[in-house]
């Protein structure tokens, strides 16, 4: 079991504690479940960049970036070398820890 600790640079909103995330599912299917705003335009098939955010911590937890992800990241609003794409950051089965993520502030965000 994983705890999410996720960061918003959005003016208002507080960081939160997610506990008890199972592996196998991405960081925005996580934060979709508990109704944490996480653009996903293209359906989470990574084919867009509006669910782009920021790994704090734990990125060996997830899948190495591949260079389909990494195109998109380009096209992303502020990228950074730890960002990622909510939908490509699938938490690996079978471990545990503690990751933590940063959103960019989802009011910027076009075509929503």
Known sequence: ????????????LKPIVI????????VLEVLLDRDI???????QVCACSTCHLYVEQGDDFFPEIIDREEDFIDRARNPRINSRLGCQCVLNKNESGTVEVTLPDQTLIYGD
């Open 1 to 12: 079991m994983y705890t999410l600790k996720v960061n918003f640079e959005q003016q208002g």
């Open 37 to 43: 705003e996480l653009h996903h335009n293209c359906g």
């Open 19 to 26: 506990e008890n995330v199972q592996g196998g599912q991405s």
